[in-house]
């Protein structure tokens, strides 16, 4: 039995999942014809009170659809320095949209609204890229699942609003977000002018994110999702595994939650370890007292058929997601307590 903790990307559909993909109502989604993929979009816009919503192969596509509605080349976001936007879409902004990045120290990968006017250019001064946009990320990954305060978010909203900037949330695990705070979709969608949300990670589907908005962006954006290449066809065999994911797989993330606490809890009576960023949701950043232990420490676990992630700078990533289960949990648990460094 291998235990896979380096990500809830990796999760399989379970039979049941598969069963309700089965019976997919499906046509050609280009046409906008596939009933489920009609079913979801409408689904998760009504979730978040916003007015459409339209399904993607990737979160990544998502974002660099999300950021080429609300820029032009030259034109500037502004989004944290570990941010997915910034750090793991092979520079999109750039590539795919000439646009640059404002990179923000933020606070485990959140921003404040003070960081926005730091970084906020004057229209007018032609020497500057012109600032259109910004990309909260929530939770934030690199941050170790962190969340943000909806106070925070509404200072944010206010100073954008006022110097009309728009604002996007990559909410890959916003899910999460929602359960650890008991928050409500219509809050955020009140907030954002896009939101991306994810149903490949926490929620245990195979494939796929959504991208919502206005009516009208979202429009614009089937058209730049068709120039990525990101139209297709009979799309209701993916989409109706995000359904069922949605409808049966978002309030046992606190399980997920709760599995990493414990972990957090283990690891801190270790004198190995010499810190953890606090466990909030289901990602567990933590470094060892010694960088050298980091392959010992490895390989220690690999031996015990674990597997977890180094994700640079001495920092070691668990996530805990859908097909991580008791019995696991108890045999990790066991494991990361008799280990010696
Ligand atoms: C995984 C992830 C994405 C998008 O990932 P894809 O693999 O392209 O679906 C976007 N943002 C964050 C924060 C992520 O963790």
Redesign the pocket.
């Known amino acids: 039995m291998e235990i896979n903790l380096i990500s809830d990307?990796i999760t399989k559909p379970t039979p049941e999942m598969l069963n309700y993909m089965l019976k997919a109502r499906v046509g050609d989604d280009v046409y906008k014809q596939d009933g489920s993929t009609n079913e979801l979009e409408t689904a998760v816009a009504e979730l978040f009170g916003m007015e459409a919503a339209l399904f993607f192969p990737?979160?990544?596509?998502a974002?660099q659809v999300a950021i080429k509605l609300h820029t032009q080349p030259g034109d500037q976001l502004i989004c944290d320095r570990s941010?997915?936007?910034y750090q793991?879409e092979g520079g999109g902004a750039a590539v795919n949209h000439g646009v640059s990045s404002a990179l923000v120290d933020g606070d485990r990968g959140r921003i404040t609204a003070e960081d926005v006017l730091y970084h906020y250019t004057d229209p007018n001064n032609i020497h500057l890229p012109v600032t259109k946009l910004v990309c909260l990320?929530n939770t934030?990954?690199m941050g170790g699942g962190a969340c943000y305060e909806l106070s925070e978010i509404e200072r944010i909203k206010e100073v954008c609003e006022a110097r009309n900037i728009k604002l996007h949330l990559?909410g890959?695990?916003l899910w999460n977000a929602l359960v650890a705070k008991s928050q409500h979709p219509t809050q955020f969608g009140a907030l954002f002018d896009t939101i991306?949300v994810?149903f490949?990670?926490s929620l245990g589907a195979p494939v796929g994110?959504v991208l919502l908005g206005s009516k009208e962006l979202i429009q614009r954006a089937i058209r730049l999702r068709k120039v990525m290449g990101g139209g297709m066809r009979q799309t209701g065999y993916l989409t109706s595994a995000a359904l069922f994911a949605l409808k049966n797989n978002v309030s046992r993330l606190q399980r997920d939650h709760y599995r990493a606490k414990q972990i957090e809890m283990l690891l801190n009576k270790k004198t190995w370890v010499k810190e953890i960023l606090p466990v909030q949701t289901n990602i567990l950043v933590f470094r060892l007292e010694d960088d050298a232990n980091i392959k010992p420490f490895l390989d220690k676990l690999k031996q015990k058929n674990i597997l977890i992630s180094e994700i640079g700078k001495g920092w070691l990533r668990i996530v805990t997601h859908l097909d991580y289960r008791e019995v696991m949990h108890e045999y990790v648990l066991e494991t990361l307590n008799q280990i010696e460094l």
């Open positions: 990307t990737s979160g990544t596509m974002n941010s997915h936007i793991f990320e934030t990954n990559d890959a695990r991306s994810c490949s990670k994110s």
